[in-house]
């Protein structure tokens, strides 16, 4: 039997959950795996709370160097979040030669080049599986299921409190704070809400995945970020009228050299797999050269999902283990594919616009020729009926265009005397690729 | 640079494909893997004719054992598909200590147990991410990326070809014969399609992934199979008034210490993220204990996807092959996660049933007295408009009913006077679990 001993840094309600399903999976792990992952050590400030996973207090520390300085621990587990602390703590046990796993997407999305140097000097691994759709295996399935693939693009679903919020106020015809306020309730949303609604968390992964896939090291600043505070169940319900589910994408596409990345609320055609992703799920489109579009779909957080990814990791650097042998393939590869990444205004997809105009004959002349004279051109129009309102939406989708030229047509279309209000802008993914 | 030697048996259209891809690849591997894969020999019956990919006439040979008996191959792949010669290949590649990456799904159903040990006694692995929806990761998201969880049920649509034919039976309501028609034309059917549209290729597929995932070997012949063959535009029309698609399902499910293995056409809810593979795409919904539902979406055959999943195969073996030392987890695991294969009589689900009755009054009655009496109670019912015609069709959709008692109550139904024809019936996966 190979053993294994790991330990935590990291005890709150997902630390608890992995210490649950190491408890739980020992058994099963020895009889399928040949291993015995023994979890010797737990580390939090607080370690006196009652937690949902018994466990012996001997094993309790709450010193992390009690875990990093010991020379029995073989894996360290960070999940603590943060920055610092996480930071110290995870650069200190890689010199230790010690392997690391983390969930900690905040982290690594700012410095993942440091960190996963200082891995390889050290000859040890640092997984991250549980930081992206932890539910998902998706590093896996970049990393070496798809590794004869040359990414081309990657449109994820990868923030469940955006998507439960989205997916209650298109099924039920709720407006966004209350569907917050249900999320709040049905612990899919945090009291501070702002990481994942403003879209910054969907932006820490996509930095992972984009880095991950095209070889150059994104950091969150580099993402157009757009959260979903602003979107109206107007919208959602218009959008719908026209087949399309509103949702937020973290999308990479690769554009001859260059990177396009941005978060952003987008329509998504009903009938594509993304649209299909309701409640607090993830999924992520991966197009590539050879097998083309795949998609992959699941939980993204939480105790059990994150359980699942770090015991994973744990197995996978456990073969490194017994093998001695470290020659394995490096953890994130900057094989560059893209030399830049692309400044806002040259992003280039289909466009949602909500107008909000007088109802008078030659409104949508005036509007039409705008558009026309920034080429762009239009998919389709829904004026909605006369009513007693003076203001009426008038809906358009447009075909591809360039973010640029978008705004410049929008700043004169906002000036005419017919347009009452600020127009409402929403990307849209129409074509696959 | 790590150096690793492949032979190729088998250079037709997949085969090729392959060849091509790992010329094409060849660099990129190179600088992301630090790992140069040269392919060194290919074998086939035929090396005159011309394929799409060019290769120097000295690596052709006719004869396997120039590749199986080389001492420079360190990894054979066998693409000719069939048993008898492809099983004889692989077992002498294997004892002559090669690793062997095998895309034979209909050879691994049936003999996977004989060969996996063989590839253990010799300390070389048997891969084989190629015969199961070959352009998804799927046996790596079953073996590693979920390796903590217990897998509680499959349901796949792992069948391209039939998929293509219901899809385009669904969304152009055309009939079956014009599908299958349609699907020669386009190469996504054989000229010979009854592997296919008889669910057997499914089975073949299902039985691999039953086998990896619940610990014991199922074999083909342990399945439950029904093909698409007796499906009409009239019942896939029906099952959408009901918010249904008709999908080839394979599916697997342990029901306490006992499984379910079947293939046949299903009808899934329109929302759920099956009904949403469509044209010859493949997807697959695992359940498992701690994650939940994780989805997986793709190409499912062809040289291209072929292509990739053999060389993340070979990737995954080179690491072995570095690494000298092949402790490495078993290939497939006999941890007996169910004691039997559970019989037809004792199938558990969700029915959807036309009738043909003459239109008159009490025949409902009598229908639904049958079905109380066999305690299935009835979901749904719809019943169409009265016509000219005498026969009108009847509708249900039921709750989950033994399968037993579904075949008894339909036989005293179809000997009812005024039922004028067999009664058609298509399983249905209502809930996710």
């Known amino acids: 039997m190979r053993k294994v001993n790991v330990g935590l840094i990291g005890f709150g309600t997902v630390g608890s959950g992995v210490a649950e399903a190491l408890k739980a999976k020992r058994g099963y792990i020895k009889s399928r795996y040949n291993l015995d992952i023994n979890l010797i050590k737990i580390c939090d400030k607080d370690i006196i709370s009652k937690r949902k996973v018994k466990v012996d207090s001997s094993l ?5 160097y009690d875990i990093i300085d ?3 621990v073989d894996i360290v587990i ?23 796993v983390t969930a900690n997407k905040a982290l690594l999305s700012i410095a993942k080049d440091e960190l996963f140097q200082v891995a390889e000097k050290n000859g040890v691994q640092l997984h991250f599986e549980a930081s992206v759709c932890s539910g998902i295996p998706i590093i896996k399935a970049l990393r070496e299921g798809l590794a004869a693939n040359r990414i081309q693009s990657i449109y994820g679903i990868v923030n469940g409190t955006c998507n439960y919020i989205l997916s209650e106020m298109d099924e039920k015809a709720i407006d966004f704070a209350t569907a917050l306020k249900q999320a709040q309730e049905k612990g899919y949303a945090e009291s501070d ?6 879209g910054h968390d969907s932006a820490h992964k996509l930095a992972i995945l984009a880095s991950l896939c095209f070889g ?8 157009y970020t757009e959260g979903i ?3 109206s169940s107007a919208d959602i ?34 009938n594509y797999p993304l649209a299909s992703v309701s409640s607090n799920f993830n999924g992520v489109l991966i197009e590539s050269d050879i097998v083309g579009e795949t998609f992959f779909y699941g939980q993204g957080s939480g105790a059990k999902p994150t359980a699942s990814a770090v015991i994973s990791d744990i197995i996978d650097i456990s073969n490194d283990i017994v093998n001695k042998k470290l020659e394995k393939f490096p953890i994130i590869v900057y094989d560059k594919q893209v030399d ?16 909000s105009a007088i109802d008078k004959p030659g409104v949508l002349a005036s509007i039409s020729k705008i558009l026309a004279d920034h080429s762009i051109s239009i998919a389709s129009v829904s004026q909605k009926v006369r009513s007693k309102q003076k203001v009426v939406p008038i809906i358009m989708l447009t075909h591809k265009a360039k973010e640029l030229s978008v705004a410049e047509a929008l700043e004169k279309i906002d000036a005419l005397d017919a347009i009452r209000r600020k127009s409402v802008v929403i990307r849209s993914e129409r074509s696959r690729i």
Not at 60 to 64: E, G, I
Not at 84 to 96: G, R, S, T, V, W
Not at 237 to 254: C, D, Q, R
Not at 340 to 355: G, L, Q
């Open 340 to 355: 830049k990444i692309k400044p806002k205004k040259d992003f280039y997809c289909s466009y949602y616009i909500r107008f």
């Open 237 to 270: 319900k218009y959008a719908s009228g026209f087949g399309y589910a509103v949702k937020l994408l973290a999308i990479a596409k690769k554009m001859e050299r260059e990177l396009e990345v941005r978060v952003h609320p987008t329509l998504v055609p009903r």
């Open 193 to 198: 809400p702002s990481l994942d609604i403003k």
């Open 78 to 100: 960070e999940l603590i979040g943060g920055i610092e602390k996480a930071k110290e703590f995870i650069l200190a046990a890689l010199k230790k030669k010690k392997h690391v």
């Open 60 to 64: 309790l520390t709450k010193n992390a």
């Open 70 to 72: 010991n020379p029995a």
């Open 229 to 231: 505070t602003d979107i």
């Open 216 to 223: 150059i090291d994104v950091k969150p600043k580099d993402i």
